[in-house]
């Protein structure tokens, strides 16, 4: 049985960082593409990140305008983690946070969560003073 599990969330003041873990159990992730998306109270689900399988041990990372500069995605193919290191984080951060895997999400299709199979319960992740 695939399983994702998030860990790494909390409450964070305003410019404060996080790490965000994702351990992946149930199959080989090495080929396939995870993610990050996010979905913070009465809005839609949206994508942050993504580290999608570019051959051998290589991923390649994407990241949505709002993040960008400010998150790093990184994957651990030998332990089958995903990570997101959350740096100079604002209120508007403010969201549960989902890791998701899928095998048809490759880089063109990484921001769409339609193209993942498998996904975490989530982390909530609160930015505040």
């Known amino acids: 049985q695939v399983q994702l599990v998030e860990s790494g969330g909390g409450l964070v003041q305003p410019g404060g960082s996080l790490r965000l873990s994702c351990a992946a159990s149930?199959?080989?992730?090495?080929?396939?593409?995870m993610g990050w998306f996010r979905q913070a109270p009465g809005k839609e689900r949206e994508f942050v990140a993504a580290?999608?399988?570019?051959?051998?041990?290589?991923?390649?990372?994407d990241y949505a305008d709002s993040v960008e500069g400010r998150f790093t995605v990184s994957r651990d193919y030998a332990k089958n983690t995903m990570s997101l290191q959350m740096n100079s984080l604002k209120p508007e951060d403010t969201a549960d946070y989902y890791c998701?895997?899928?095998?048809?999400?490759?880089?063109?299709?990484?921001?769409?969560?339609?193209?993942?199979?498998?996904w975490g319960q989530g982390t909530q992740v609160t930015v505040s003073s």
């Open positions: 998701a895997a899928g095998i048809q999400a490759s880089r063109a299709r990484a921001q769409l969560s339609s193209a993942y199979d498998y």
């Open positions: 149930g199959r080989t992730f090495s080929k396939v593409g």
């Open positions: 580290a999608t399988w570019a051959g051998g041990s290589i991923y390649s990372a």
